[in-house]
């Protein structure tokens, strides 16, 4: 019998073996097999549990991929008032689902980081104008690096711009990446044909009139339902795409407070199901799927076994 114990996969295993050409595009496929409807991907909306006496969040994250036999649980926790480790830190468990058995307990924060990325990049693809010159990011965090990356990957951007609350963790964005430091989050955007909101802010960061009208935006913090990135005016004057319109009305405040109508999930788009407006203004509003994390996890696992 196959040896029971795990294999332990660090972060500095998954950096190593995870690449955005391989991933971006399992994550496309993943996206629209969780839109399929047919039970291809097997997926609860995630349980959050607010640990209150530490201003904490603990979520779990479970999913089987049914075509693709692959079953995975992500533990996470979210503590936004971290000073002296990441806000984010999980741990994924892949299962061998023949037989039950588990094959791996991986760092679940550095595939977190990529995969969100490559989710944005595969709705950016979807949903933006041909050929952007600019990016905006706002947010200086593990997410905002992670999305330089992935969407440098499918575009050479003239300019990539950054803005964050923290003065010197933009000049550090900047010197690191290349991209060029702003002041206020209207400057970072004015040219901006594609945005990237990373922040972990409750309240709206990013305002209707700052923005070129037909911009894609990708918004990727505000994870409560009391939580917002956008400014409602933006999001009601947008067509709004989710990764899974079941989780999008429980969990997005930047929906549930501004009462906007979800257009469709982006997996819609990308199985050809729904239209991608691109000449008005998109939002892909991102929660992040377990579905993700799962295809992402046997992709490590995979690279890790046959190298
Ligand atoms: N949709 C998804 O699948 C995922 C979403 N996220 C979310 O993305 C966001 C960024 O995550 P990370 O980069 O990992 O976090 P991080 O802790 O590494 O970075 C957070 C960033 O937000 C900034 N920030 C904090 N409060 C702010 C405020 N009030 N206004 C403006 N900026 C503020 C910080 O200065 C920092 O630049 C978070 O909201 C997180 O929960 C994270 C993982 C997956
Ligand atoms: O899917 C995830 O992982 C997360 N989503 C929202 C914010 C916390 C992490």
Redesign the pocket.
């Known amino acids: 019998m196959a040896s029971l114990l795990p294999q332990m996969v660090s972060a500095s295993d998954v950096l190593r073996v995870l690449k955005y050409a391989d991933l971006i595009p399992v994550i496309e496929k993943t996206l629209g097999d969780f839109s399929r409807g047919d039970g291809t991907v097997v997926q609860p909306v995630r349980t959050v549990i607010p640990v209150d006496q530490h201003q904490g969040y603990f979520l779990v994250k479970p999913g089987y991929h049914v075509a693709g036999d692959t079953m995975a649980c992500k533990l996470?926790t979210?503590y936004?008032n971290?000073t002296d480790r990441?806000?984010?830190q999980a741990s994924i468990v892949l299962f061998d689902s023949s037989n039950g058995s588990p094959l791996a307990v991986m760092d679940g924060?550095s595939i977190?980081?990529m995969?969100?990325a490559a989710?944005?990049a595969a709705a950016t693809k979807h949903l933006a104008k041909d050929s952007p010159h600019v990016h905006a990011i706002?947010?200086?965090?593990?997410?905002?690096?992670?999305h330089f990356h992935a969407l440098n990957h499918l575009y050479k951007f003239d300019q990539v711009c950054v803005w964050?609350?923290?003065p010197a963790?933009v000049q550090k964005f900047a010197a690191e990446t290349g991209a060029t430091p702003c002041s206020t989050v209207e400057e970072a955007v004015k040219d901006a044909d594609v945005i990237t909101?990373?922040?972990?802010?409750?309240?709206p960061?990013l305002k209707k009139d700052w923005i070129k009208p037909g911009v894609h935006i990708n918004?990727?913090?505000?994870?409560r339902p009391d939580?917002q990135?956008l400014d409602p005016e933006l999001v009601l004057s947008s067509v709004v795409y989710v990764?899974s319109k079941e989780a999008a009305p429980k969990e997005s405040g930047d929906i549930i407070l501004s009462k906007a109508e979800v257009y469709a999930e982006v997996g819609e788009v990308i199985l050809g199901k729904k239209e991608a407006c691109k000449d008005k203004t998109t939002i892909f509003k991102?929660?992040?799927?377990a579905i993700?994390d799962v295809v992402s996890a046997k992709l490590v696992y995979d690279k890790l076994t046959s190298s």
Do not use: F, I, K
């Open positions: 996470l979210l936004p971290n990441p806000s984010h924060a977190t980081d995969r969100t989710a944005s706002l947010g200086t965090g593990h997410q905002a690096y992670s964050g609350r923290t963790n909101t990373v922040t972990m802010s409750r309240t960061v918004a990727v913090g505000a994870c939580w990135e990764d991102s929660l992040g799927l993700e």
